[in-house]
């Protein structure tokens, strides 16, 4: 007597295995693309305070002083950070500098427009504003 086995899944088994694999990767997807614009703007946030640091650094060198905005926004780590920020950003960057006292401010719009600047200045003060408030020439964030 001989019995005949089947080998191997049908087609709709396979069918079925495909479509739950589907659905698992695009819930994982869209679950991921909060994170990335997080991590965005947590890389904007990390060069506002590099900028900080390396801006105490700048005007101890200079005698307490900021000479120019160009000198202060050009000085190579600097520059490199708002480059940074700007890239990590959607582009972006507002620098501002006063040289009478001293005082400068950095702001960066983040990638995710709906979660608006981030914005750090002499004073060490970093802050988070809304879409539309802008820098402008002040030195102090919004």
Known sequence: MRTNFKKGFTLIELLVVIAIIG???????????????????????????????QSQQFINENNGAIPSKESFCGEPIIAAAISSASKAGNGTTVCNVDTSSSA???????????????????????????????????????
């Open 23 to 53: 659905v698992l990767s695009s819930v994982v997807i869209a679950s991921l693309g909060g994170s990335r614009s997080k991590g965005y703007n947590a890389a904007v946030q990390a060069n506002l305070d590099t900028i900080r640091s």
């Open 104 to 142: 400068w401010a950095i702001q960066v719009q983040f990638k995710n427009v709906a979660d608006g600047y981030a914005c750090m200045d002499s004073r060490g003060i970093s802050s988070i504003s809304k879409p539309g408030v802008d820098l402008g020439s002040n030195t102090i964030c919004p």
